[in-house]
């Protein structure tokens, strides 16, 4: 089948060559050579993404907008097959393409502090840039998607429905999750208090989701843009917390391993400020701690909840795979706990320099 989707997109030269690519649980990829170029090729699952048209709508407005109000910005747009439809449904399937950008490269683990700031410098630009678009206009690919009550009745469902073995595995992460249940407590109360705004977002912001120079390691562009919908920031920063700031990844089942890296957490913090520090809100700004919290909290519940379902919604390579990653992050999850109050110094800190920069620099204007 693949050789025909390359034919449909044109490119089944003779001397084109496609090889899988990238780690994504949800979609499959492909890196296609050709002699016209590199292209990325994907198959879009959809099971979970049911109109992929939709998606690469948003992309395509996303693209324009962009393209006018930023024109040096490097934004990845979909390309065509050669009867012009951006999405392919052959027997079934999906697919989807887009260019591959020469002398980039992704990464599966953030190694140093150094990529943690340029990818989360990437990410913020992407929602700065969108300040002034309306993101209530955009589909919404996933309704509901980090609707952390959603999350927590789906987990609970999960939890009565469950059969007796796998209950009886998941015991010690079930009572570990419901003691984290003021996480839930306090997304409502600030729901309530109406503090987020909503902006768009990427809402699936893990390091192989950025584009990295091959030579200078500088962030070039983000890319997986299916999940490009409305929604708040603690999604975006949430998720870099959950994924960048331990050396492991949610897959390691060594627990002794996941920590919390300090210096990334201070990365996170001043790549993303750097762009979005003069759009988020004081009270907005009050979350970006809380933000990691709701992230790994949620993801927990959605690793265990699909383990309590029988592995229907990630897949399992093998037994207890889900319940493994749930545990995983809810190891995490209590590291991250215990960092908080070095996180806030962290924040105090350069939030003290900062205005001792800008009072320094008043006082030059006056001079
Ligand atoms: C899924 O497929 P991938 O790896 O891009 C999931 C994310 C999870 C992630 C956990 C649509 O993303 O929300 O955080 O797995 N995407 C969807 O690895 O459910
Ligand atoms: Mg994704």
Redesign the pocket.
Known sequence: MILEVLKAFGLDGSETKYRLFGG????NTWKVSTVAGDFILQQINTD?FAAPEKIIDNIVRLQHYLEKKAPEYLFVGPVKTTAGQSVLHIDGFAFRCFPFIQKSITIEKVEHAKQAYEAAKQFGKFTCLLNDFDASSLSVS?PDFHNLNLRVSQYQKAVELADDTRLSLAAGAIAELNRHMDIADRYNDILKADILKIRTFHH?TKISNVLLHEDTGLGMCII?L??LMPGYFISDVG?MMRTYLSPVT?EETDFNLIAVRIDIFEAIYSGYMSEMGPVLKPSEQQLFIYSGQFMIFM?ALRFLTDFLNGDIYYGAAYPNHNLNRAQNQIHLLNQYIDSIPRFEEIIQDKNLRQIKISENNDDEDQT
């Open positions: 994504g649980l949800i979609n979970i996933l699936d997986d299916d999940t998720d949610e993801q």
